[in-house]
């Protein structure tokens, strides 16, 4: 089935899929009136949609080498679009963004700028020259480009580094959603969504990562979209939410002017339960200096660019301009989530605090609140807290604190909409995470086992074995990142946007300077590398231990001050050694154009 | 000069648009946001909101398709572009 005419069925394949999961999200609906249980709807809806990528990760099995690494380079572009969306929207963008939004406002979304903006240069700079290269993984660019086993070895350390500071966030999430969806403990739901990520992406590696993923962007994406229209129209905000909010918006401004931002005192927010929040922040108005959003949106540009488990997706495509028609796709695809999630934080906000709508709880006495049945649920799930500061009966603006997750998992209900409605909530989630943690375990182990195992330590290897150590190295790892996860230390390795800096520190200008200055040199791009690594963790470890910072660069654009530092030691290195050899400028050119056989061959 | 170089010249001559685009899109603007949000842009948003949450991300999606179209242009003109496949 999946082989040969596949391919060209996929239109007709990905449309019968999607009808199918329509029509599930039907029955649910049905069930739920005739009376199955919230539970019951929620394990329906997280194991069904598991189940379905399980059996397209066994579907896509595979024994050759270019299947398991680069999906045979075949991947049509619209569908590799929508696999790279996949890969890309974290557990986190699906869950936190919008809460992000809802709290932080302009500052925030920097974030959307920078991780929409990234692609411009990655269609740009690198995809469709690496393509060319007909390399596996991004450190056999490196490895090949400059030549010897060091370079290799260095880039695939500034992988791993930056790629599992990412992935064991990802199996946190698993592990969250799928705890409470099955109502697990999450020390055993960790390794549950474990099993679901490696059910996806042990036989079929990059080929089963691929069709798993275009399947995990359709749940996200309806279970996105659905609620927040839902929404719109049921509080009677707009049919189009996105070009129809601009009243609501405006509404927002004047309700924050009439309430005011006032500060609590220290004692009061001591009583604030750990990682809620309060709305502090004007929605829509400018709160943040241009250089603090220019530079994290920069920040996040380099690093998009530079993370290993993006640019082996357009690894797949089967031509050069395919590749660079693909990262257009993947940020259409991007964008359909990222533009909703504005508009969710802004319904989410207004349905909470207008009192002229009957879902606003600012204003009414707070016995009342603390009575409706949705507060009760998400305050016992630690993510609601309200709290009589002033002791007036009444509640305030500054009295009202919420978790970021709960824009996205509560605006549901406090709105009104049927469970079925959080049980798809649920299965997206889990349909984010599970993509991203599956593109960054695959992404690490196939460059320790083509580059390390094969490329440096068994050059002789055959495929059969190459596989074989492919595969274990990615049980290995995964479950090194959900052991990681289990410990809950998210505080310290949960954070995203530190992967960003890192990726960005230690490969950005070893990746761009390889295809665009044909004289930067192995010893360039080592200093590269390691310098750019090393001051950007110096500079992080600095920051964190009460270092003042310059320039304004701060724990999460560290990345800059790397990328710099890396960008300097390159050049200098670069300038100060031989030039690279006759044969390399050769591969240089060759790579520049699109026509004519790929550097390395078919199978290496 | 040969084709390859030519080539290679005009690739690098659209890429240095396309990035400046970009810079104006992702950056430039916003060392004006403060300014621009008293303006009412697209359907009634205040303008830097809406280039944060709709404005910058469409114009990078339409960027690149541009660019991708503009760069199999020159590859065509060049007798660079790839058969077959797509």
């Known amino acids: 089935m999946i082989k040969g005419n596949f391919i060209d069925n996929l239109p007709k394949v990905y449309g019968i899929y999607t009808g199918g999961f329509i029509g599930f999200i039907i029955i649910m609906a049905i069930a739920e009136q005739m009376g199955m249980s919230a539970k019951a709807i929620g394990i329906a809806f997280v194991a069904f949609t598991v189940a379905i990528y399980a059996i397209i990760g066994y579907l896509s099995r595979t024994a050759q080498a270019d299947a398991y690494y680069v999906a045979g380079r075949q991947v049509p572009t619209v569908f590799n679009g929508m696999a790279t969306a996949a890969d890309w929207m974290s557990g986190a963008s699906f869950v936190a963004m919008a809460g992000g939004i809802y709290f932080k406002g302009y500052g925030y979304m920097a974030l959307l700028v920078g991780w929409t903006g990234g692609y411009v240069l990655v269609a740009s700079l690198l995809a469709p020259y690496l393509r060319k290269f007909g390399c596996y993984t991004v450190p056999d660019f490196i490895g090949t480009r400059y030549g010897g086993n060091l370079a290799r070895f260095c880039a695939v350390v500034v992988l791993t580094v930056a790629s599992f500071t990412y992935v064991t966030a990802q199996i946190n999430a698993t592990g969250t959603i799928a705890s409470v969806a099955l109502d697990i403990p999450f020390q055993y739901a960790v390794y549950v969504g474990l099993v679901s990520i490696l059910l996806c992406s042990m036989l079929g590696g990059m080929r089963g990562v691929t069709w798993t993923q275009v399947a995990q962007y359709i749940v996200l994406i309806i279970a996105y979209l659905l609620p927040v229209f839902w929404i719109s129209n049921k509080i009677g905000a707009g049919f189009f939410p996105h070009f129809m909010l601009a009243d609501e918006v405006a509404r927002i401004a004047d309700l924050e002017q009439q309430f ?59 031509s050069v301009k395919a590749a660079r028609k693909s990262v257009g796709w993947s940020v259409f695809f991007i964008f359909l989530l990222y533009s909703s999630a504005p508009m969710l934080a802004t319904l989410s906000k207004l349905a909470l605090i207008d009192p002229s709508l009957p879902t606003g709880i600012i204003g009414k006495s707070v016995a009342d609140v603390q009575a409706i049945d949705w507060y009760q649920n998400w305050n016992q799930a630690n993510l609601m ?136 040199n192995r010893e360039g791009a080592i200093a590269g590398m390691v310098l750019g ?28 001050f790397g990328s710099a530092v890396s960008l300097v030691a390159m050049v200098v290195v670069s300038l100060a050694t031989s030039a690279p050899s006759a044969a390399t400028q050769r591969m240089v050119d060759e790579c520049r154009i699109p026509s004519g056989k790929s550097i390395l061959g078919k199978q290496h | 000069m040969s084709k390859q170089a030519q080539h290679w010249e005009k690739t690098r001559g659209l890429l240095f648009v396309t990035l400046a685009i970009w810079f104006v899109f992702s950056m430039g603007i916003f060392l004006f946001g403060a300014e621009m949000n008293e303006v009412t842009g697209p359907f009634g948003y205040p303008l830097t909101y809406w280039f944060t949450c709709q404005g910058s991300l469409a114009i990078f999606v339409i960027l690149i398709f541009w660019f991708s179209n503009r760069q199999e242009k020159i590859d065509e003109e060049f007798g660079f572009s790839e058969r077959g496949d797509d």
């Open chain 1, 260 to 318: 005011g931002f006032v500060a609590n005192s220290k004692e009061n927010l001591a009583m604030v339960p750990k990682g809620l929040a309060g709305i502090t922040k004007a929605h829509s108005a400018v709160n943040a200096t241009p250089w603090a959003f220019i530079s994290l949106a920069l920040a996040m540009m380099m690093g998009t660019a530079s993370l290993p488990h993006v640019m082996m997706r357009y690894f797949t495509t089967p």
């Open chain 1, 385 to 520: 807290f309200i709290s009589d500061f002033n002791g007036n009966g009444t509640v305030e603006l500054n009295e009202f604190f919420m978790g970021g997750k709960a824009v996205v998992l509560a605006t549901p209900e406090i709105a009104g909409l049927p469970y079925v409605i959080s049980g798809l909530v649920a299965a997206g989630g889990m349909a984010a995470a599970m993509s991203t943690a599956d593109g960054l375990i695959l992404a690490i182990a196939n460059a320790i086992s083509h580059d390390v195992y094969y490329k440096i330590i068994d050059p002789k290897a055959e495929t059969a074995k190459r596989l074989v150590v492919a595969r274990v190295l990615l049980v290995v790892i995964g479950f090194a990142g959900a052991t990681i996860a289990a410990m809950e230390i998210q505080g310290i390795l949960g954070s995203v946007i530190w992967a960003f800096d890192f990726a960005m520190s230690g490969l950005f200008f070893p990746l761009v300077l390889g295809v665009w200055w044909s004289r930067a």
């Open chain 1, 533 to 560: 690594l090393l001051s950007g963790l110096g500079y992080l470890i600095w920051v964190r231990n009460g270092g003042s910072g310059f320039l304004g660069i701060t724990q999460l654009t560290f990345g800059i």
